[in-house]
């Protein structure tokens, strides 16, 4: 069975957030993963995911935070962007299914900050901003690796807010995107096409899934 996509508008204390579902038949799974701070769920690699992991029974729910919903330019601080995630979570639950946070960039971030009292099973990290554009000193390296559960990054070759090689050893698993940058666009160079890429993101994102499973 394909996916069943709908919305739901949740209330949290920061505002109304919403949640778009692509729903698998017989989930096992439920992935939770936001936006960042610079775009919405529209963003190839969050939409590629709600397209292909549900035939994986997956059921994945593309989160916007109420800044965003509520049609504001600006992300908020890390401490209203974790309180929003908080109060939509409770809306993410199923009897049974294990949920796994994820997000790309900011969102990211807010999934490694509250995974552990959230209870999350895992984290799915997406084009992870280990540190600002030219600024490498000032290092988010702490989030990821204070997460706590498994956790997988997909991050571009290219991305200049943390190429693979500048992460730290730890208990995580990392896949790179050959010549991605944030948003994993590759130069013609890279001889891939956007949907090569993305079917690259989601492969390896069903892929470590199925290995939550063992």
């Not at 729903?23 to 529209?42: M, N, Q, R």
């Not at 999934?111 to 997406?126: D, F, I, M, N, Y």
């Not at 940058?181 to 890429?197: N, S, Y």
């Not at 690259?200 to 290995?211: H, L, Q, R, S, Y």
Request: net charge negative.
């Amino acid at each position: 069975m394909g996916a069943v996509t709908h919305s739901e508008m949740v209330e949290t204390q920061t505002g109304r957030a919403r949640i778009t579902w692509a729903e698998a038949g017989t989930p096992w799974l439920v992935l939770a993963v936001s936006h960042g701070a610079g775009g919405g769920i529209g963003a190839r690699d969050l939409q590629g995911l709600a397209a292909a992991l549900p035939e994986r029974g997956v059921s994945v729910a593309l989160v916007e935070q109420p800044w965003r919903v509520a049609g504001k330019k600006v992300a908020p601080a890390p401490g209203t962007l974790d309180a929003g995630w908080r109060g939509l979570w409770p809306a993410l639950l199923r009897p049974g299914l294990p949920v796994v946070a994820g997000g790309r960039s900011a969102g990211a971030r807010v999934a490694c900050r509250t995974a552990g009292e959230l209870g999350a099973h895992a984290v799915l990290a997406l084009s992870f901003p280990l540190h600002p554009p030219g600024r490498p000193e000032k290092s988010r390296a702490e989030e990821l690796l204070g997460a706590g559960v498994p956790t997988l990054v997909v991050q571009g070759g290219n991305d200049p807010f943390g190429k693979p090689a500048e992460f730290p050893d730890g208990e995580y698993d990392l896949v790179e995107v050959e010549y991605g940058d944030h948003g994993f666009a590759v130069p013609k160079k890279a001889g891939r096409t956007e949907e090569e890429v993305v079917a690259t993101i989601t492969d390896a994102v069903g892929n470590w899934i199925d290995g939550l499973r063992e």
